[in-house]
C-alpha cells in the first residue's frame, strides 16, 4: 500500500487547502469567546486605574482627617544662638530665649616630654592598668599596659583602640615638646575624667588625675559644663547642646551664648497644611481623568454596525456610576462649623469637566484666619462628621478587601475574574471539540486519498491490460 504523507498527493486532489479551510472556519468558533476575553480582560484592567486612583485619593483624605495634620507647627522666626525644629505637639506662641552657657566635654592636657617614644612608666616586667571614669559613662575605660606601652604613642593608642567614650591625641608642641591630650566625646559636667594608673606608681605621677579635687599631673583645657538656657525666664540645663525635653514638640540646638535675649516664635504650619489640601485636589482630579477615560463614548455615524473601538473599556457601567455619584454627594455635603463647603476654602470645581481648582489666597486667608475651623471642617469629630473623614470613610468601603464586607471595586473584579475563568473553560471546551472535529477530518480526508489512490493504480492498470490486449487482437 502507499503511504500517504500529505493529504492529496495520493489522489491529486487539493485536500490540504479544503482542511485547511474547514480548519478556519472551525475556528471562528473560538473568535467569539476571544473577543469576549479581550473585553473583559479591558475592564478588568481599566478596575485596576480606577482602584489605583482610589487608593492615592483615600491616601490623600486619610492625611486630612488627621488631627496631627493640622497641629503641624514650624518656627517662624530667625535666631541667631540657637535653632529649633517642632513636631505637631508643640504649642503656638513666642517665648523669650537666652543661652547662657553651651555644653562642653571635658579636655585634659598632659605636660610636656622630651618623646613620644619614651617610656614613661616604670620598667617591672609586668603590666599595669589605666582606668579613665567618667560619671555619665556606666563602664569606666580600663586598657593594659606592658612596659613599652608606657611611652605617648603605646598610651594614646591603646586608650584609642579601646573604643570608649575618650580619645587620646599626641600634640607635639614643638621638636622635643610631645603632650597627651585626653577628650571626652561626650558633653555636660558629667564628663570629667578622672584617670588612674594602678600597678605603675610612675606612670600614675605622670598622668594621673583627679577630677573630684581637681588635682594630678594633667591640666584642664576645657571644663566639663552643662548648656545652660532660660525659656521665658526659667532657667534649663542640660547636658548636651541638642534639647527636646525643655518644650513639649520642639527640639533645640544650642549654637552660642546670647548677646541679648531672642524670640522663638512657634506657629502654625500654613504652608503645610496648603500642601495637604493641594496633594487631596491632586489624587481627587486625577480620579477624575481616570474615570473619564475608561468611561469615554465616542459616538459613530447612524447606521454603523458596531461601536468605537475608541471607547472607554467601562463606558456605561453602573459601578463607575456609583463611585462618581457618592463622591459627587460628598462633596456637595454640608459640614457644621464657620465653613460648611469646600468653595469657602476656595476650592471649586469647574462644572463641565468635575476637576476641582484651588485659590491659593483664599485657601491661605481661611488658615490663617481660623485654622481651628479649617480643622473641624476636614476632621470634624474623627469619626462620623468632617469632610475628608467621611471621604475616607467611604473610600476604604469602596477599596475594602475583607471577606463578607468586600467594596465595589473588589466585587466587580470578582465578578469579571469568575466570567474570565467561564470564558477559559468554553475556551479549552471548544478547542478540544474543534480538535477533535479536525482530527476526524484528516482521518476522512487520509481514507479518501488513500482510496483515491487505489482507484487510480486500478485504472491505470486496467487501462494498461485493454491497450496490450488491443494490440494483440491487430497483430493477430
Known amino acids: 500500500m502507499t503511504t500517504i504523507s500529505n493529504l492529496g498527493v495520493g489522489s491529486g486532489l487539493d485536500l490540504s487547502t479544503l482542511y485547511d479551510n474547514l480548519q478556519a472556519a ?31 485619593l483615600q491616601t490623600a483624605s486619610a492625611a486630612l482627617a ?11 522666626s530667625t535666631n541667631t544662638a540657637f535653632s529649633a525644629t517642632t513636631t505637631s505637639d508643640a504649642t503656638v506662641g513666642n517665648y ?152 513639649p514638640g520642639v527640639t533645640l540646638t544650642l549654637n552660642s551664648v546670647s548677646s541679648s535675649d531672642e524670640t522663638l516664635t512657634v506657629a502654625r504650619a500654613t504652608d ?33 454596525d458596531s461601536q468605537s473601538t475608541q471607547n472607554g473599556a467601562l463606558v456605561g457601567d453602573s459601578n463607575v456610576r456609583t463611585i462618581q455619584t457618592q463622591l459627587r454627594n460628598l462633596l456637595s455635603t454640608a459640614q457644621s462649623g464657620t465653613y460648611a463647603i469646600m468653595a469657602q476654602l476656595g476650592v471649586t470645581q469647574d462644572p463641565s469637566t468635575g476637576q476641582l481648582e484651588v485659590d491659593d489666597d483664599k485657601l491661605t486667608s481661611a488658615l490663617s484666619s481660623n485654622p481651628d475651623a479649617v480643622t473641624s471642617y476636614f476632621v470634624g469629630d474623627g469619626s462620623t462628621t468632617g469632610f475628608a473623614t467621611q ?35 468554553r475556551y479549552d471546551s471548544m478547542q478540544a471539540t474543534i480538535d477533535a472535529t479536525m482530527a476526524r477530518y484528516k482521518a476522512q480526508f487520509t481514507a479518501l486519498d488513500t482510496l483515491m489512490s487505489q482507484l487510480n493504480a486500478t485504472s491505470s492498470y486496467l487501462t494498461s491490460q485493454f491497450s496490450s490486449s488491443s494490440s494483440s487482437s491487430s497483430s493477430s
Open 26 to 56: 472551525e475556528e471562528t468558533k473560538l473568535t467569539t469567546i476571544t473577543d469576549q476575553q479581550t473585553k473583559y480582560q479591558s475592564q478588568l484592567s481599566a478596575y485596576g486605574k480606577i482602584q489605583s486612583a482610589l487608593t492615592s
Open 66 to 76: 488627621k488631627s496631627s495634620t493640622w497641629n503641624s507647627t514650624s518656627v517662624s
Open 96 to 247: 523669650t530665649m537666652n543661652v547662657q552657657q553651651l555644653a562642653k566635654g571635658q579636655v585634659l592636657m598632659s605636660g610636656s616630654f622630651s618623646s613620644n617614644s619614651t617610656q614613661l612608666g616604670g620598667t617591672t616586667g609586668t603590666t599595669r592598668t589605666l582606668t579613665i571614669t567618667q560619671a555619665d559613662t556606666e563602664t569606666p575605660l580600663t586598657v593594659t599596659l606592658s612596659d613599652s606601652d608606657t611611652t605617648l604613642t603605646g598610651i594614646a593608642s591603646a586608650i584609642n583602640k579601646a573604643n570608649g567614650n575618650v580619645t587620646a591625641t599626641i600634640v607635639k608642641a614643638n621638636d622635643g615638646d610631645y603632650r597627651l591630650m585626653l577628650s571626652s566625646k561626650t558633653t555636660g559636667a558629667d564628663s570629667a575624667m578622672t584617670v588612674a594608673v594602678t600597678g605603675d606608681d610612675t606612670l600614675q605621677a605622670a598622668i594621673g588625675y583627679d577630677s573630684s579635687t581637681s588635682s594630678g599631673a594633667l591640666s584642664v583645657q576645657t571644663t566639663a559644663q552643662d548648656a545652660i538656657v532660660t525659656v521665658n525666664g526659667v532657667s534649663v540645663q542640660r547636658d548636651s547642646n541638642t534639647i527636646s525635653d525643655a518644650l
Open 272 to 304: 503645610s497644611n496648603k500642601t495637604a489640601i493641594n496633594n487631596w485636589v491632586t489624587a481627587y482630579n486625577s480620579l477624575q481623568t481616570t474615570l473619564a477615560s475608561v468611561t469615554k463614548y465616542v459616538a459613530v455615524d447612524v447606521g454603523a
Open 391 to 425: 471621604m475616607n470613610n467611604t473610600l476604604t468601603s469602596m477599596l475594602s478587601t475583607t471577606t463578607g464586607s468586600t467594596g465595589i471595586i473588589q466585587n466587580a473584579e470578582d465578578s469579571i475574574n469568575n466570567i474570565l475563568s467561564t470564558l477559559s473553560d
